[in-house]
């Protein structure tokens, strides 16, 4: 069964402190992984997609990376803005249909 | 970039009563439209999948009945809840993606509290 598991649920930081969330998956065939970020009350923002092992992208203090089993997210010297929901999902050869899994709560404290 | 619209960002109604939540591709045709569901603290619970001019697929456990989704047109698509209950308050998201580009947008939410 197609799976997707992020960790850790959630992530407590001082401003500044890097780390890294993570994100693995079982599927049949992936055809792409994507990130997200979602505040309160409000709709997924997309981030990155990532499409084959070894990839990567930035974008300011993020980059996200992929491998055949896991995708992980970084985030270089936090600022208190950066807080949000971090989601995951896959895309699989054999659904048009993304699978989430159930994000990582990140928190940056001043 | 893609841009969808999603409206009403909040609405509440009382029990019995319909309501119906629009989702709008500003910038792109939305071949394929998804509907979800989120619960306070969980990740998002795919409803339905809708492809223009075609009857919705709903996901298990979903009523057809209840949620009634149209995708008349590749720019819009809408989710009408009927006869709402307590029970149906939620956060409602949708997502449109045209396949020939690959990509998905997210709207930005409604809140329906039903009272």
Redesign the interface.
Known sequence: EDQVTQSPEALRLQEGESSSLNCSYTVSGLRGLFWYRQDPGKGPEFLFTLYSAGEEKEKERLKATLTKKESFLHITAPKPEDSATYLCAVRTDSNYQLIWGAGTKLIIKP | GAV?S?HPSRVICKSGTSVKIECRSLDFQAT?M?WYRQFPK???M?MA?SNEGSKATYEQGVEKDKFLINHASLTLSTLTVTSAHPEDSS?Y?C?A?E?RV????????T?LTVV
């Open positions: 969808v999603q394929t998804f969980q990740s998002l795919l999948t956060f998201i997502s993606s396949r690959g990509g998905y947008t997210f709207g930005s939410g809140r």
